[in-house]
T-cell receptor, first 114, second 114 residues
Framework: DAEITQSPRHKITETGRQVTLACHQTWNHNNMFWYRQDLGHGLRLIHYSYGVQDTNKGEVSDGYSVSRSNTEDLPLTLESAASSQTSVYFC?????????????FGPGTRLTVT | AQSVTQLGSHVSVSEGALVLLRCNYSSSVPPYLFWYVQYPNQGLQLLLKYTTGATLVKGINGFEAEFKKSETSFHLTKPSAHMSDAAEYFCAVSRSGGYQKVTFGTGTKLQVIP
């Protein structure tokens, strides 16, 4: 079955370190998204991509970057981790269904920055 | 611009009682509306959606929602709560015309009391 996976599921890192969170989908979806989930804020969009070599900033992109070298993967990099980036991160991909787009979510990565 | 407001970050109901989770949206164009459910330590799953046509939409697990344009609302209901309904629920809005981004509400955590 096609799916979307994230790794690692849990990560503890130190302030200032570079961290990369992986997202892999086997649906061949062009659109991929990264969100962070925090209490009281719901899901906030970090970065998104509409295809290979395309990346765009979301509403909370400072301190994060993405690259899209193939359809299946959209890794999220925290260039210099900060305690404010402690959060649960979700990757999603989307497909067009009957004129609208539906998003499919990965299981999440819980990141703790100490 | 588009946004959603979920009234009540926590809702408690007794098993067998009516579930009502409130969502109001703001959109400058006809919206597409979604409800997602998140079980502990999992990603989000689509519960139901409104795009066009019938304003009362039915989803999985006995949930339904009604799009009311005059009230800019899309409340989620279920006639009889089950213990397995305990989860966090997110309302989300997108817009028609092939728009691909989704804006999420801050979530409502549903507790079901035996």
């Amino acid at each position: 079955d096609a799916e979307i996976t994230q790794s690692p599921r849990h990560k503890i890192t130190e302030t200032g370190r570079q961290v990369t969170l992986a997202c892999h989908q086997t649906w061949n979806h062009n659109n991929m998204f990264w969100y962070r989930q925090d209490l009281g804020h719901g899901l906030r969009l970090i970065h998104y991509s509409y295809g290979v070599q395309d990346t765009n900033k979301g509403e909370v992109s400072d301190g994060y970057s993405v690259s899209r070298s193939n359809t299946e993967d959209l890794p999220l990099t925290l260039e210099s981790a900060a305690s404010s980036q402690t959060s649960v991160y979700f990757c999603a991909s989307s497909a067009r269904i009957a004129g609208h787009y539906e998003q499919y979510f990965g299981p999440g990565t819980r990141l703790t920055v100490t | 611009a588009q946004s959603v407001t979920q009234l009540g970050s926590h809702v408690s109901v007794s098993e067998g009682a009516l579930v009502l989770l409130r969502c109001n949206y703001s959109s400058s164009v006809p919206p597409y509306l979604f409800w997602y459910v998140q079980y502990p330590n999992q990603g989000l799953q689509l519960l139901l959606k409104y795009t066009t046509g019938a304003t009362l939409v039915k989803g999985i697990n006995g949930f339904e929602a009604e799009f009311k344009k005059s009230e800019t609302s899309f409340h989620l209901t279920k006639p009889s709560a089950h213990m397995s309904d305990a989860a966090e629920y997110f309302c989300a809005v997108s817009r028609s015309g092939g728009y691909q981004k989704v804006t999420f509400g801050t979530g409502t955590k549903l507790q079901v009391i035996p």
